[in-house]
T-cell receptor, first 113, second 113 residues
Framework: DAKTTQPPSMDCAEGRAANLPCNHSTISGNEYVYWYRQIHSQGPQYIIHGLKNNETNEMASLIITEDRKSSTLILPHATLRDTAVYYCIVRGWTTSGTYKYIFGTGTRLKVLA | KAGVTQTPRYLIKTRGQQVTLSCSPISGHRSVSWYQQTPGQGLQFLFEYFSETQRNKGNFPGRFSGRQFSNSRSEMNVSTLELGDSALYLC????????????FGSGTQLSVL
């Protein structure tokens, strides 16, 4: 199964960009990278996902390296409400040809005033 | 559009009992997946149902089971509860296709005494 590795915690000053790295060196060619975040015991919230190309939406940008072994989630102007646990996920394919989401341990981002 | 609804929000049971949790997906979503979240193990995939059929399964014992109804609503059952089953149980729905994003409910917090 494809696995992800993230730093356990990060701090970011309010108004600055938050760059959250993720390593997924065992990713396969047809596996997507997803990012979700979870705020204190609520259900995880979708942020962004991508396959090969960089992606941007109203919440964040996703930068995937050319070899796809790592990615970075960028929150361009972090606010206090962005304080949460951020999960980088690879949608992994099982040997039986089906898929499942494999969550890592996440990065606890703290945005500082 | 209503989000994913999980009931009940909180539940207290004793060892040996069984419990049934309910999940109503977003209208039109045919895939429902279940996750267990604990402080020690993080988010772990339990199983996924698509059009009333179990499509994917995680590495949990047979005490954990689920089903999906024709209206896509899903239930998860845990029999012979153990103390270690205390967790936040999350369900997520999606359209079910490749590259689809998950929409999570707020979860059911289960405490086993």
């Amino acid at each position: 199964d494809a696995k992800t590795t993230q730093p356990p915690s990060m701090d970011c000053a309010e108004g600055r960009a938050a760059n959250l790295p993720c390593n997924h060196s065992t990713i396969s060619g047809n596996e997507y990278v997803y990012w979700y975040r979870q705020i204190h015991s609520q259900g995880p919230q979708y942020i962004i996902h991508g396959l090969k190309n960089n992606e941007t939406n109203e919440m964040a940008s996703l930068i995937i390296t050319e070899d796809r072994k790592s990615s970075t989630l960028i929150l361009p102007h972090a606010t206090l409400r962005d304080t949460a646990v951020y999960y980088c996920i690879v949608r992994g394919w099982t040997t039986s040809g089906t898929y499942k989401y494999i969550f890592g341990t996440g990065t606890r981002l703290k945005v500082l005033a | 559009k209503a989000g994913v609804t999980q009931t009940p929000r909180y539940l207290i049971k004793t060892r040996g009992q069984q419990v049934t949790l309910s999940c109503s997906p977003i209208s039109g979503h045919r895939s429902v997946s279940w996750y267990q979240q604990t402080p020690g193990q993080g988010l772990q995939f339990l199983f996924e149902y698509f059009s009333e059929t179990q499509r994917n399964k995680g590495n949990f014992p047979g005490r954990f089971s689920g089903r999906q109804f024709s209206n896509s609503r899903s239930e998860m059952n845990v029999s012979t509860l153990e103390l270690g089953d205390s967790a936040l149980y999350l369900c997520a729905s999606s359209l079910g296709g490749e590259g689809e994003k998950l929409f999570f409910g707020s979860g059911t917090q289960l405490s086993v005494l």
